[in-house]
């Protein structure tokens, strides 16, 4: 059994516009997105953004963070965050100034944390599923894009972390007691590895096993993280476009947990008889 949900996820953009901008924009695969807007569920990307909005444009949603006119200039860094509830996949990211889409779509990174459950309702290998925004495809067809010093913690105490803290001043090495060893097809991935997307479609996503082994850690008192660097080596200068964090908590939830272990327990008994 396969169980996904969604993840608060932090990214870090270079500016690769050309031109100084206002605003940054995601748009994902859904109508009904929802965040709270409460600032344990959004990074609003301080000191460039200050605001954040949700529009709904042609059944898809616009996530958008604004900051004033020019706030962000070339090859400058901002950083945004989200809880991604009931998004669903990211279509497209961009850059505005003066309302308008500039420059190319940088390599925005969606993940969806899979937990994958044995006849053990208790106990599951969690693994993440990362694909790449067709966006970027789209605005650059021959373009590639791979991620690299990719790193991976699990059965972190969710007390340590929250989505304000995954970002650039928080050290990996403090949580050296949780860093498992990523793998990507069955092979063990070192930080130097680069796991790199072949294009839009059915190759464009990937999954990142943390550790072939798997936690009895499953609820909301337990969280997973991945983070990685997105490479495009076609851009001069500036091979790393994108820094990115992904911070879930290792559910299901106790009566989740009630349902799945009611299952087995049927299983179970099938075999029996």
Do not use: C
Request: net charge negative; aromatic share 10%.
């Amino acid at each position: 059994m396969v169980q996904t949900h969604d993840p608060w996820l932090n990214w870090t953009i270079i500016n690769n516009s050309g031109q100084a901008v206002d605003d940054f924009e995601i748009v994902v695969d859904s109508s009904t997105y929802s965040n709270s807007g409460t600032l344990d569920q959004l990074m609003i990307g301080l000191p460039f953004f200050n605001q954040f909005s949700t529009s709904v444009v042609n059944n898809n949603t616009v996530l958008k963070w604004s900051g004033p006119a020019g706030s962000v200039q070339p090859g400058v860094p901002a950083h945004i965050g989200a809880l991604m509830k009931d998004s669903g996949p990211i279509l497209d990211a961009y850059w505005t100034a003066g309302g308008q889409r500039v420059g190319v779509a940088p390599p925005i990174v969606m993940e969806t944390t899979r937990l994958l459950f044995s006849e053990t309702p208790t106990s599951a290998q969690v693994s993440m599923r990362l694909a790449m925004s067709g966006g970027f495809f789209s605005d650059t067809p021959t373009g590639q894009v791979g991620l690299t010093q990719i790193q991976t913690f699990r059965d972190i105490p969710s007390s340590l972390l929250g989505l304000q803290d995954i970002n650039e001043s928080l050290n990996l090495g403090d949580l050296a007691a949780y860093q498992v060893t990523p793998y990507v097809g069955g092979s063990p991935l070192s930080t130097s590895d680069v796991v790199w997307f072949t294009g839009p479609g059915p190759d464009s996503f990937f999954d990142v096993f943390l550790d072939l082994s798997t936690t009895s850690n499953l609820g909301s008192g337990y969280e997973s993280l991945l983070y990685a660097q997105v490479l495009t080596p076609n851009t001069p200068g500036i091979p790393v476009q994108v820094q990115f964090w992904n911070l879930n908590p290792q559910s299901p939830e106790p009566a989740t947990l009630t349902i799945l272990a009611l299952g087995g327990a049927v299983l179970l008994s099938r075999r029996r008889r």
